[in-house]
């Protein structure tokens, strides 16, 4: 896998003008984009489709939480825009993972997105944990999910860069590890607290990184990227 395949960069933009533009400065680089949830739900999927050329890798953000019908049905629309990778929660249960599973195969077959749980969202630490009635500590919490999410047939998680080498240790080599938090040594931390570089990640067996305001934020977006890149080329 070359080094650009590795990224996503995520487009923190609600307009389609701003995504667009922010896209277009990147797309060169071989790299994928990840829209989220705010950016989907304000402008549909035909805009989303729509700033995203056809031959840029797109993860679609939705971290789908429902009924398992209702999580199929989702699926099957978001399948419409073709995504290469769309997120959904693991504590949703197994059966609404099979059935999001499910859902992609029929609507998409081979062109169907990798599904990825969503375990524990970084916002929560163990006292958010305890008031939602969950078992502590984190570690724990993300370790069952990812393994109930690898018995439904979901194609990885996304997980912070601390959990990385234990999943990769728990679930194995063929199962998706993606990673937001990323900060390059030379780029601000911002307001990320669990953060690690690229190439950190990538040693610990990430799969695939999210990047976002140290590429969109940069001078040169592109020649950041090449940074990056050569970066985690040191890595693999």
Avoid: Y
């Avoid at 070359?2 to 609600?14: E, G, Q």
């Avoid at 997105?113 to 006292?127: C, H, M, W």
């Amino acid at each position: 896998m070359k080094p650009s395949d590795r990224i996503f960069v995520a487009i923190d933009r609600m307009s389609a003008a701003d995504a667009r533009a922010d896209i277009a400065r990147v797309a060169a680089s071989g790299c994928g984009v990840k829209l989220g949830l705010e950016f989907f739900v304000a402008n549909g999927p035909a805009v989303v489709r729509a700033v995203c050329p056809p031959e840029t890798p797109l993860f679609l953000d939705l971290k789908l939480h429902d009924i398992p019908n209702t999580v199929a049905g989702a699926t099957r629309g978001a399948c419409a825009v073709q995504p290469q990778l769309l997120t959904i929660h693991a504590a949703g249960g197994l059966a609404m993972m099979q059935a999001a599973v499910a859902a992609a195969r029929e609507t998409a077959g081979a062109a169907a997105p990798k599904l990825l749980a969503i375990t524990v969202l970084t916002s929560l630490d163990e006292t958010d944990l305890e008031g939602v009635g969950q078992r502590g500590p984190i570690v724990e919490q993300v370790k069952r999910l990812a393994e109930l999410a690898q018995r439904a047939g979901v194609g990885g998680v996304v997980c912070s860069p601390q959990e990385v080498a234990m999943l990769r240790r728990q679930c194995g080599p063929g199962f998706l590890l993606v990673t937001p938090g990323i900060r390059p040594s030379w780029a601000a931390a911002g307001d990320q607290k669990r953060i690690t570089t690229p190439r950190d990640a990538i040693a610990m067996g990430a799969d695939h990184l999210v990047i976002g305001r140290p590429v969109t934020q940069a001078n040169d977006p592109a020649a950041a990227l090449d940074r990056i890149c050569a970066e985690i080329g040191e890595a693999a």
